[in-house]
Nanobody
Framework: QVQLVESGGGLVQAGESLRLSCAAS????????MGWYRQAPGKQRELVAT???????NYADSVKGRFTISRDSAKNTVDLQMNSLKPEDTAHYYC????????WGQGIQVTVSS
């Protein structure tokens, strides 16, 4: 089992920044990718960004150039730096870890006011 704890969400105004952090514990060996997903009210959960064990990254088109994902394999953490936030970024953000199966955190709310 892998336990994930997210931190760093909150309420900001459009144009401001937030940094989300996720700490993994438990059976953390052989983690392949780590990442962030989000789900807005009435919408499906969608990929925001992922980072693989070799450091390669993948971003949703809607966040490219604004968000940056980073991973500290020694600390088993994955961060999401979110700049130039927009109201449409408002959602519940979930940390994700992929091994042989996926693991999810409880999620953390990000609200961007216009």
């Amino acid at each position: 089992q892998v336990q994930l704890v997210e931190s760093g969400g909150g309420l900001v105004q459009a144009g401001e920044s937030l940094r989300l952090s996720c700490a993994a514990s438990g059976s953390i060996s052989s983690i392949n990718s780590m990442g962030w997903y989000r789900q807005a009210p009435g919408k499906q959960r969608e990929l925001v960004a992922t980072i693989s064990r070799d450091g390669s990254t993948n971003y949703a088109d809607s966040v490219k150039g604004r968000f940056t994902i980073s991973r500290d394999s020694a600390k088993n953490t994955v961060d999401l730096q979110m700049n130039s936030l927009k109201p449409e970024d408002t959602a519940h953000y979930y940390c994700n870890v992929m091994k042989l199966r996926q693991y999810w955190g409880q999620g953390i709310q990000v609200t961007v006011s216009s």
